[in-house]
């Protein structure tokens, strides 16, 4: 009997034991499979069509072409390989434009003929219409609708998830916010963070560490909505005065609070590798009549290289995704950045922001799905290369002592 | 100073300021660092302070969360690290167990351990995509309280794991050896002499998760948490409100910013406030249990 209960316990503990490896399959799982459906989504709005007069000679269009027509960027046809004709943009509410109620008729019933004529007379027309108004007599031609393809999502540079007809999915401003943010954010806490680490293992009286230590974990316990919240209402209006700009939102508010949020991992961790150099190294550098301050930056530095690398790179991955304080201070502009001093906006950030108002299994849905793959495919490879680094590190000081 | 070798004459007092010079700059930046702490948590009491009544902690919102209190927020988020807790705290601690105690194939522990370490690795914003796509859809819990908690409990794992394997390791071979010499079977090595050692530690990590759970947002926000709701949630499969994403809300969204904001000053003190006293716990479990340990 006793046996029996031991070995169900025992299997229960081996069961705790894989979980985490179990919940990660289950993470990639559940991400690829709801991100999944993205490239097989239309590059139209699903249910319309768009529709050009026959004599036009172009059969397809991009997304990012139709986004621009629609957005009257382009005004000619041969502004996209076309004949020189002028672009009528058409949709179903300037019906009212080119037809009386009268030919609408009573209930709209003719509708599908009256669009039928404006797109089979109108040489320039590009017509948005949902796609039950189509028949099978109808005059103009429609264009080819191609899925949503992988380069126009990762190499894309508008992200307009919401714009009708042809939404826009381009990574790329997402991908450089969230990269630009936190390499400033890194640049900024480096400095400090390394200077506290070397402060507290080597500088510092035992009574000042116990000092620091409980001081660096809460600032570490804070919650990132706190920092956003700190951010809003203090950094943001400062930058703005500062700088004397139109809104204060901007990557320098990002990369200061996540900067401060960075501090705890940073100092923690290459303190951590300071602290593992070995006695006789430093005791070796003394008695050749080093100072302690040359000693540390000969000796101990260069020994922790590692773990401060290591250090550094997880605080990178802990910027990149950082959701909340960003959210509340960047300005969430998709734009792709040029500057610190403007609005942009990073991936975790737009998830948080968008996945509220996208509809469940649509497309804009899916690419915020993506959007999360990227986010873990990139902490993922950060944290495995740190992982492996570090077990590398210990192996080869294993060797040689 | 002997300068027989060939060092410049001064080089003992050259080498000694720019000691003094490295040193004053390191306690500058720690201290810049404690500075920053204080400002922001001096700023939030400072503006958060007056806000606070009895009203404001008993009371529910009102006016379109212009007046009233966070009673439902305060009480969601108990609600929330009570059941991240449930959850994981025992298997939290049973997988710590399992690395420390059981498991002895080397490359497996290496996998779980990677793993574990990715696992904390992973923006919460990503647990909070995965809680709504396993919990709230495939599961069909809906937005509820079960969903959010089980969303906080999977991103509070790896502290737990790691504090309990810490707090085993550091538990001496010797006191297995004699457990297992008197007779006494793995199991029971590990009920009656393993974990009442390490309890302290790993209680003082349980509450660092708990700390860690109550402040996060990105994770409710599509698995639980409510823009607004009056009265307290009735069952687990209700949504609730939670400190952090009401002081998002108020900071953020609404139709009255001038009187939103002290009600935002006031939620984040509360907010921070849970959180101070939580680490002052653990601070205090820590000191405690180590003294004790001192005197044996």
Partial sequence: MRRVYELIVEWMLKFSGYITSFVIILIILFLFFEAGGLFKNKEIEEGYVIAVNKSNPINVLNAEQIKNIFDEEYLNWNQLGGRDEKIVVFRLESIDKYFTKEELGENYEHVDKCIDKVVAEKKGIIAFVPSQFITDKFHGKLLDDKNINFDEVFLGKEWFPTATPSAQFGFIPLITGTLWVSFFAILFSLPFGLSVAVYMSEVASHRVRNFLKPIIELLNGIPSVVFGFFGLVVIVPLIQELFNLPVGESGLAGSIVLAIMALPTIITISEDSLRNCPRSMREASLALGATKWQTIYKVVIPFSMSGITSAVVLGIGRAIGETMAVLMVTGNAAVIPSSLLEPLRTIPATIAAELGEAPAGGAHYQALFMLGVVLFVITFVINTTVEFVTSRMSFNRKLKN | ????????????????????????????????????????????????????????????????????????????????????????????????????????????????????????????????????????????????????????????????????????????????????????????????????????????????????????????????????????????????????????????????????????????????VIILIINIIANLLRKYFSNKAKMN
């Fill in chain 2, 1 to 272: 100073m002997n300068n027989k070798i060939s060092f410049p004459s001064n080089y003992g007092k050259r080498k000694r300021r720019s000691q003094n010079l490295a040193f004053y700059i390191f306690s500058a930046f720690s201290y810049f660092i404690v500075l920053i702490l204080f400002i922001i948590l001096g700023f939030i009491i400072y503006k958060g302070i007056g806000v606070i009544s009895f009203n404001f902690i008993f009371g529910s919102p009102e006016n379109g969360m212009t007046e009233g209190g966070i009673w439902p927020a305060i009480v969601g988020t108990f609600y929330l690290m009570i059941g991240s807790a449930i959850f994981s705290f025992p298997i939290g601690i049973m997988s710590g167990i399992y690395m420390n105690e059981y498991a002895s194939n080397g490359t497996v522990v290496k996998i779980i351990r990677v793993m574990t370490n990715n696992l904390s690795g992973i923006p919460s914003i990503v647990f909070g995509l995965f809680g709504m796509a396993l919990f709230v859809k495939y599961l069909d819990f809906g937005d509820s309280i079960l969903a959010g908690s089980l969303t906080l409990g999977l991103l509070s794992l790896p502290l737990i794991i790691r504090t309990t394997e810490e707090a085993l390791k550091a538990i001496p071979d010797s006191f297995r050896e004699g457990s297992r010499a008197l007779g006494a079977s793995r199991l029971q090595t590990i009920w009656h002499v393993i974990l009442p050692m390490g309890l302290p530690n790993i209680m003082t990590g349980l509450i660092l998760a708990l700390g860690r759970v109550s402040g996060e947002t990105a994770p409710i926000l599509f698995t639980c948490a409510a823009y607004f709701l009056p009265h307290l949630p009735g069952s687990i499969f209700d949504q609730c409100m939670a400190l952090p994403y009401h002081l998002y809300v108020l900071a953020t969204s609404g139709t009255d910013m001038e009187k939103q904001l002290p009600m935002a000053y006031g939620t984040a003190l509360v907010l921070i």
